[in-house]
């Protein structure tokens, strides 16, 4: 089992930054590629970017590109993703999750293993 936890959520107004954290824990041994989603209210959740477990390879929503960055420290078992120029649109709850696989990340939730609660982003215009 790996448990992960998010932090780093918050309120922004429009143009600002955060960087969410994912702390993961317990089986951490194996290679993960980790992914970040996210759910608007009314909204499906979203694959947002996902990197795989040496961190060589990134992939990004296209509307994210440019503005978002994930990126890993193994030795820390922690993935991020530094936000910037945030818009309203960003607002959702943002999940990390780690996929057991040593090929790249998938882009849909339904190939990941594990999941943190979330953390709540919020931008205001």
């Known amino acids: 089992q790996v448990q992960l936890v998010e932090s780093g959520g918050g309120l922004v107004q429009a143009g600002g930054s955060l960087r969410l954290s994912c702390a993961a824990s317990g089986r951490t041994g194996s290679s993960y590629a980790m992914g970040w989603f996210r759910r608007a209210p009314g909204k499906e959740r979203e694959f947002v970017a996902g990197?795989?477990?040496?961190?060589?390879?990134?992939y990004y929503l296209d509307s994210v590109k440019g503005r978002f960055t994930i990126s890993r420290d193994n030795f820390k078992n922690t993935v991020y993703l530094q936000m910037n120029s945030l818009k309203p649109e960003d607002t959702a709850v943002y999940s990390c999750a780690a996929e057991r696989t040593t090929r790249d990340p998938g882009n849909v939730a339904a190939s990941y293993d594990y999941w943190g609660q979330g953390t709540q982003v919020t931008v205001s215009s």
């Open positions: 990197i795989n477990w040496t961190g060589g390879n990134t």
